[in-house]
């Protein structure tokens, strides 16, 4: 049979027209690779990416990141590539901390906020800080909120109220210490986001939330039925006791409820959409109306005190003694920033609408609640069960807190003020802090995207890229040139940045020559291990003749301008350096976490007088797992403590 033309050109149609389409599927259906960074190759060939694998981790991990940041040492690469997204680009995962850091500290005009990031918390905080990009009108905002933060504030208002928090903290665990007949595990957890949020609470709010008095009340109720129980069912002191729980306000379980719909909204694929369905049920309506109705009450109850005390100074023209004693009449981060709002307004001569419809300083004063009580809650259930797990770092940090605190009792504890000092210098306590920071690990991923074409780690990384940076340090890469699955990675120091290698030499040269090697060998060592020793360096120190003479961490030697008196005798000290490692567990640079002072000051209080009140024991197996939980936040998947007072 004789083909027409037009018949051979059906038959070319319809041979050609099958492989295009297979063609034009392939580049529009499965996930496009950027060119050079290593990726799973068996995902580049599924519809859904990497996902299937990530699934499966999760349900048996109960972590995200632990997964992709496997990958990075399945691929050995620190920079990977991930298809974690039908029809969209792929992710790029840095599993290198410094470079963590150059990239958050140092080339914030390459990068920036994810626009992903601030689309979950926009369905919940429309006008905070945390969901602008860093524009004029972020800085603005973070402009008027600056001094909430400052040493001042945090020292004469918000840590005599976290301390008073702490101290029911102690008196709550003191309680449950002797519930079926002492010596019982309990869940800590619970008691410390309690406190936490009671702490931030009055820190952000001025009002008293009561939430560990409760749990105390409660407690001391249920004593007399624990001690009525028989022996036998106390014989076992490896089972957890039995703690009665107070019932929560609704205040509480409505920031709770809300805290937790980011959570929500964050896993799903369509964040909008899903928090447009979560706003239409009864639950959110509630919950939403009863935190709307708290916030904008209080705020109205600060503006009237504040108009009746016509505080009109300006704050920038102020004295020091006159900042004071404005202070005075600030009780909490809304007094102040209410207040600079207030005399702005009178020294423009423009009148300042009801508080109760500035909805951006509620957004604001929510953002400080959800973000604040929950990181701090999760880092202290971490950091008792280092101490559970690691009796001599405990008892090492005790003794090192006895002896700055000597006169410290059950019956007088360091004061906030003693704690907070900048006298009262302890090593020990900053590296423990930063080592359960650094373990810990509360915020595990740090997002950010592109904002030019740029290079990470010298791989080519196009401009509107999301970028996932760990926020942990990990043991360095293979730098072997002849290991040709190393993706021809070779020397990775000379593929850094110059930022990144000039920050290094710095802090290497202020370590000094003596403190250098020891500095590096003793923070890379065994980084899966708790091991507060790593942020500890010796410093030479000269005594005698007059004033004292020594060689600080910058190398430079200071000297008394006295005659030596008499021969001076050199000694070694430890001291805490604080750039051991990349510090990451507030992220860092202009995006860093704004409240990162007042955690830490909440943190140091809490561990000083927690330390100083409880010995805390080590539990039995099925109680102690180290395992952790990721939603937004990183946690343990259980936290038991089994304390012994001091």
């Known amino acids: 049979m004789t083909l027409t033309l037009f018949d051979s050109i059906l038959l070319s149609l319809a041979l050609i027209f099958p492989i295009c389409y297979y063609l034009l599927a392939y580049r529009i259906v499965y996930p496009?690779?950027?060119?050079?960074?290593?990726?799973?190759?068996?995902a580049s060939h599924r519809i859904l990416g990497d996902i299937p694998d990530l699934v499966t981790s999760v349900r048996r991990t109960k972590e995200t990141s632990t997964w992709c940041f496997s990958q990075c040492r399945r691929l050995k690469s620190p920079v990977i590539q991930l298809f974690l997204r039908p029809f969209s680009k792929p992710f790029v995962?840095?599993?290198?901390?410094?470079e963590t850091e150059d990239i958050l500290l140092r080339r914030t005009r390459e990068f920036d906020r994810a626009p992903s990031t601030a689309a979950f918390f926009r369905t919940?905080?429309?006008r905070a800080s945390i969901v602008k990009p860093t524009d004029l009108e972020f800085k603005t905002q973070r402009r008027l909120w600056v001094d909430v933060m400052s040493p001042v504030f945090l020292r004469s208002v918000v840590a005599p109220n976290i301390y008073r928090s702490t101290l029911e903290l102690v008196e709550l665990w003191r309680l449950k210490s002797r519930v079926g007949g002492g010596g019982r595990p309990f869940e800590a957890h619970h008691d410390l986001e309690t406190a936490a949020f009671d702490a931030i609470w009055v820190a952000v709010l001025g009002s008293e939330l009561g939430g560990i008095r409760s749990e105390i009340e409660a407690v001391a109720k249920g004593m007399e039925q624990q001690v009525l129980q028989t022996e036998e069912e106390h014989d076992d002191k490896d089972q957890p006791a039995n703690m009665p729980v107070a019932e929560r306000s609704d205040l509480y379980e409505a920031i709770q409820y809300l805290n937790k719909s980011v959570e929500r909204i964050m896993a799903s694929p369509m964040p909008v959409l899903h928090h447009w369905l979560i706003r239409q049920t009864p639950t959110y309506r509630r919950y939403e109306s009863i935190k709307s109705r708290e916030i904008r009450r209080i705020l109205k109850s600060?503006?009237?005190?504040?108009?009746?005390?016509?505080?009109?100074?300006?704050?920038?023209?102020?004295?020091?003694?006159?900042?004071?004693?404005?202070?005075?009449?600030?009780?909490?981060?809304?007094?102040?920033?209410?207040?600079?709002?207030?005399?702005?307004?009178?020294?423009?001569?423009?009148t300042l609408p009801p508080p109760e419809k500035n909805l951006e300083m509620q957004d604001e004063l929510l953002m400080l609640l959800v973000a604040g009580h929950e990181t701090t809650a999760?880092?202290?259930?971490?950091?008792?069960?280092?101490?559970?797990?690691?009796?001599?770092?405990?008892?090492?940090?005790?003794?090192?807190?006895?002896a700055a605190f000597p006169s410290s009792s059950a019956a007088n504890p360091p004061s906030a003020a003693e704690i907070l000092s900048?006298?009262?210098?302890?090593?020990?306590?900053?590296?423990?802090?930063?080592?359960?920071?650094?373990?810990?690990?509360?915020?595990?991923?740090?997002?950010?995207?592109?904002?030019?074409?740029s290079h990470i780690l010298g791989y080519k990384v196009p401009k509107g890229t999301h970028v996932m940076c760990i926020s942990r340090v990990t043991e360095p890469y293979d730098d072997d040139d002849d290991d040709d699955d190393n993706h021809g990675m070779g020397d990775l120091e000379s593929r850094r940045s110059e930022s990144s290698r000039v920050?290094?030499?710095?802090?290497?040269?202020?370590?000094?020559?003596?403190?250098?090697?020891?500095?590096?060998?003793?923070?890379?060592?065994?980084?899966?291990?708790?091991?507060?020793?790593?942020?500890?360096?010796?410093?030479?120190?000269?005594?005698?003749?007059?004033?004292?003479?020594?060689?600080?961490?910058?190398?430079?030697?200071?000297?008394?301008?006295?005659?030596?008196?008499?021969?001076?005798?050199?000694?070694?000290?430890?001291?805490?350096?604080?750039?051991?490692?990349?510090?990451?567990?507030?992220?860092a640079g202009p995006r860093g976490c704004f409240g990162r002072r007042l955690a830490m000051q909440e943190l140091r209080m809490m561990i000083v007088l927690l330390i100083l009140s409880f010995k805390f024991l080590p539990l039995p197996e099925s109680l102690s797992g180290m395992e952790g939980r990721q939603r937004v936040l990183r946690s343990p998947q259980q936290c038991y403590v089994k304390v012994e007072v001091i």
């Open 93 to 98: 995962f840095v599993d290198d901390a410094r």
């Open 302 to 350: 600060a503006y009237a005190r504040f108009q009746a005390l016509k505080l009109s100074s300006n704050t920038d023209s102020q004295s020091q003694e006159e900042t004071n004693e404005q202070h005075q009449h600030d009780t909490c981060a809304m007094d102040l920033v209410l207040r600079r709002e207030m005399i702005s307004a009178e020294r423009k001569g423009i």
């Open 124 to 126: 919940v905080l429309p």
């Open 32 to 42: 496009q690779p950027l060119p050079g960074i290593p990726y799973n190759q068996n």
């Open 422 to 453: 900048s006298t009262t210098q302890i090593p020990y306590l900053d590296a423990t802090i930063a080592e359960t920071n650094r373990l810990a690990a509360t915020v595990p991923l740090i997002v950010r995207v592109t904002t030019v074409d």
């Open 503 to 587: 920050a290094m030499v710095k802090h290497l040269n202020g370590l000094g020559e003596e403190g250098k090697e020891e500095g590096v060998r003793r923070a890379m060592w065994e980084l899966d291990r708790f091991e507060p020793e790593r942020w500890l360096v010796r410093k030479k120190v000269k005594r005698g003749g007059g004033q004292d003479t020594y060689r600080d961490l910058k190398g430079k030697e200071k000297q008394g301008e006295e005659e030596e008196e008499e021969e001076e005798k050199e000694e070694e000290e430890e001291v805490f350096d604080p750039g051991a490692l990349p510090v990451l567990a507030f992220s």
């Open 378 to 402: 999760n880092t202290l259930s971490w950091f008792v069960k280092f101490m559970a797990h690691h009796p001599s770092s405990q008892a090492r940090l005790w003794e090192h807190l006895r």
